[in-house]
């Protein structure tokens, strides 16, 4: 059986990991207040002013995540969103995240669908 490894590029890569902290934070802050007011899904969606049912889409990520809506959740859970865009610090000896694949001799699958062996 052939195998491959999708080349999806190194920002879109940076894009979904960053898009699933924030989701994961999203849940975690949904699911605290939760535990502690007592209160249901249905009633977070009321004070959103939306349906259960788009409230959960974007808990388990079957919406689209907005800035607009996550302001609007931070809000209606009494929770402040902190951004920052911090300089990466490498140091010496430190591992970076690798340009390729470091399984040798399996092809590159990229992302419109064109093969490139190795």
């Known amino acids: 059986m052939t195998s491959y490894r999708f080349d999806i590029g190194a920002a879109a890569e940076a894009a979904s990991r960053l898009y699933g902290q924030v989701r994961d ?37 079957k919406s689209e995540l907005t800035i607009r809506w996550l302001a609007k959740l931070a809000e209606a859970l009494d929770r402040d969103v902190i951004f920052e865009l911090r300089r990466r610090e490498r140091r010496d000896g430190e591992n970076a995240y690798a340009k390729t694949a470091t399984v040798g001799g399996l092809p590159v699958m990229t992302v419109d669908g064109s093969r490139k062996d190795r």
């Open 25 to 61: 934070e999203i849940v975690r802050a949904v699911v605290e207040e939760s535990a502690e007011s007592k209160e249901t899904r249905e009633q977070l969606a009321e004070r959103l002013g939306e349906k259960r049912s788009e409230v959960n889409n974007q808990l388990v990520g």
